[in-house]
Nanobody
Framework: VQLVESGGGLVQAGGSLRLSCAASGRNFSTYAMGWFRQAPGKERDFVTAIRRNGGTTYYADSVKGRFTISRDNAKNTVYLQMNSLKPEDTAVYYC????????????????????WGQGTQVTVSS
């Protein structure tokens, strides 16, 4: 599966952005999807993930209550709605996909994802 992110940009603190990740290929609904972010000089961190049917979501503590992940399997797209953005949210945001999830911990671990997009830059100014 190929993943293409869009929707990044420059926003002031307190603002909102909506990222999209469009997947090509078949069987999108069989993939768990996640969003990760990487700031300069830092490791790639988990942001949020969603199960194949969209019924369960997972969030990093740093974004709970501000970010919302969703998916539209008919459109082969996963979204990340980001509200109340902070300067520390500045990073390149990546979407990722994996097939079978054996353990819930897999959602949080970037090395467990098989497919990655190219990333989209999000910059939050203070």
């Amino acid at each position: 599966v190929q993943l293409v992110e869009s929707g990044g940009g420059l926003v002031q603190a307190g603002g909102s952005l909506r990222l999209s990740c469009a997947a090509s290929g078949r069987n999108f609904s069989t993939y768990a999807m996640g969003w990760f972010r990487q700031a300069p000089g830092k490791e790639r961190d988990f942001v949020t993930a969603i199960r194949r049917n969209g019924g369960t979501t997972y969030y990093a503590d740093s974004v709970k209550g501000r970010f919302t992940i969703s998916r539209d399997n008919a459109k082969n797209t996963v979204y990340l709605q980001m509200n109340s953005l902070k300067p520390e949210d500045t990073a390149v945001y990546y979407c990722a996909a994996r097939g079978t999830v054996i353990s819930t911990t897999y959602y949080y671990e970037p090395e467990k994802y098989a497919y990655w997009g190219q990333g989209t830059q999000v910059t939050v100014s203070s």
